[in-house]
Structures are given as C-alpha cells and as structure tokens.
C-alpha cells in the first residue's frame, strides 16, 4: 500500500473541478497556507470535511472510484462485499472481540510488499504463508470478525495517510461510540481522530463494493483549524 505519487484530492472553489496533487506534497502544502490562501483552495465539500474530526463517526462526502488494488476483490471474496455478512453482536463483546483479532492477526502475519510476493504494486489478497501489505490485514481482520457475528456494515476498509504521509490502509470498526481503527501498526484499537491519519476514502457501509470519499483528520483537520483560526 505504501508507495510514492498516491494521489490525493483537492477542490477548487472558484472551478469547483477536482485536481490531483501528489500525496508526498499534501502536507507541505496545508502547512504552508494561510488562512486567505486556505478560503480560495478549499471548497465546500472539503471544507466541510476538515471539521468531520469533531463527530464520532467518519461520514461520506461522495461516491468515488474504489482504489486501484481493490479491482477484482468482491469477485475473489464475495464477504468483502455482501452487506448481509455477519451477525449483531454490539457493546462490550464488539470491542474484546475486536481487539483480540487485531492483536491476533498482527501477531501472526508478517508484513511483506505487493512489489515482493506478487511482483505488483498493488494487490489486494488475504495474507499467504509468506505474509500480508497492510490492506491484506485489514481483509483477514474483516474476514475474521464477520466469522465471530460482527455485522458487515460495522466492519469498513479505509485507506489513509500515515503520520508520516505514507499512504496506507486499516480496518475502520464502526461502534455505537464512534468509528474505531483496526492498524498492522499497533495493537491498541483507537477512535479515528485520534491516529492523527488522514482518512480518504471507505468503503460504502451500505454497498461495500462502492466506496465513498471521506477527507477527514491529518492534513483536513489541520486546513479545518486554519480557517477556524
């Protein structure tokens, strides 16, 4: 998942048209705005998504292309991409069962490149014997919960920007709480907004095959405590 030139998208508010803008310059670049600059680059949508940190739950801005490792993926795995899939467990049980299975899948799989197992950028798989990218984490923690009766529509793949900017993806588990974070990174569960990630994109709670822009924390929350300064 983690690879240079990952894309990420910028809003024009005078051409309300979508510009790509290296992910690697993202950074640099809300850091270096001030607050005149921030009102002419940011638009409605995006603005509105820097102050999502401050809700409990992640929320869609709009549909959008799923990423380009996840094609053929609801075709290999149907679960990934059935809304039906699971059961109700809720409260407490949602939490320790969670918890244990990021731990548990952390500790058994090792994480290895697209580049090297598969000689691909990209491709999203259940980790072999070999090992797993972190967006195959995410697929065996979902496979794994769905299996012990968490609801599909509780279990959502997002891919992020690290704290370092490093494109990424993760487990998003959705609570009556908030949104809860399932990372190869750590073994502690946290609430989104306080990974300090940059949230771009998720899959649909109601159609997991689509996927829905989120703009949300890291880079967003920082232009959003710009143009609330």
Known sequence: MRRAGYEAAIYSSKSRQRVSRPVTAIGRLFRALTLGTALVLLSAPVAQAAGVQTRHHLQAVKAVDAPAGFNGVCQRYRWVCDPGQGGGVTGKALFDVAATINASVNRRVREVADQRQYNRREYWA?????GGDCEDFALLKKLELLGKGVAAERLLIATVLDRRQNPHAVLV???????????????????????????LRMQNPK??????AIFAGGVFADAGARLGA
Request: no cysteine.
């Open 126 to 130: 259940l980790p072999t014997s070999i």
């Open 173 to 199: 588990l959705r609570t009556d709480r908030g949104d809860y974070v399932l990372d190869n990174l750590t073994n502690r569960m946290m609430h989104w907004s306080d990974t300090g990630y940059t949230f």
């Open 207 to 212: 159609a997991p095959g689509q996927w829905v």
